[in-house]
């Protein structure tokens, strides 16, 4: 009886860890919708940005040898268990990094974020081979891989319809105080369409007013090319 229900509970998971692959393929290639967005908010250059690449891989770095540690006492579904909470956790972070708009916590948050992604990555590669007969193990691993590359693939247009729907730079951020600066990042992380005049905590002042004008002013007057 035992037999018989095994091979059934076996492709019962399959689709679970292919849906794995598409999920860390989609969550990799959000990077790459960061890197602009992240620079336009706090005005980055492009080696200071590109830091947001270099942590996130640095991810994968060091929890290679310790997934495989930790798959070597709990086992494969546990493993993945752990790897979908680092993940979580590595969100999470994201949080309090967008409220205190503070870029060094968005860095934490993608080397936590890789750290899961690599656990489960370990664990999925060799899992996908052993949910089923050995003849057939490369064509598990085939169909996953495929659907890794179609998260990597759907991943950038997701990421530009959520991340950079409100643009990648702040309008005449230099004529904006840091206290200004701030208000204008967590109104954009939160999605509001709202300008930096009307996020500016001192946006009744003459002066923010009239920087802001004048900007304006300028941006009206450009002849069209």
């Not at 489960?120 to 659907?147: D, K, M, Y």
């Amino acid at each position: 009886m035992a037999d018989a229900v095994l091979p059934r509970v076996r492709s019962g998971i399959v689709p679970l860890v292919v849906a794995l692959f598409f999920t860390w393929g989609f969550a990799t290639v959000l990077n790459d919708t960061l890197i602009p967005k992240l620079k336009g908010l706090f005005e980055l250059s492009y080696a200071e940005v590109m830091l947001t690449q270099f942590c996130f891989f640095l991810g994968y770095l060091f929890f290679s040898i310790p997934a495989g540690l930790l798959l070597s006492r709990v086992g494969y579904v546990r493993g993945i268990v752990v790897g979908l909470l680092t993940m979580g956790v590595g969100y999470l972070i994201f949080v309090p990094a967008a409220l205190a708009g503070a870029y060094q916590g968005f860095l934490v948050a993608l080397f936590v974020v890789a750290g899961g992604i690599t656990i489960i990555q370990v664990a999925a590669n060799p899992l996908i081979a052993l949910l089923g007969s050995s003849e057939t193990s490369h064509s598990r691993l085939n169909l996953a891989q495929a659907f890794n590359s179609l998260g990597t693939t759907v991943g950038p247009y997701a990421g530009a319809a959520l991340i950079l729907a409100t643009g990648v730079s702040i309008p005449a951020a230099a004529k904006l105080s840091p206290a200004a600066l701030a208000a204008y990042r967590q109104t954009d992380r939160a999605g509001s369409p709202a300008s930096p005049a009307s996020s500016c905590p001192c946006a009744s002042s003459r002066a923010c007013s009239a920087a802001f004008s004048s900007k304006g002013s300028r941006t009206s007057t450009q002849p069209a090319v």
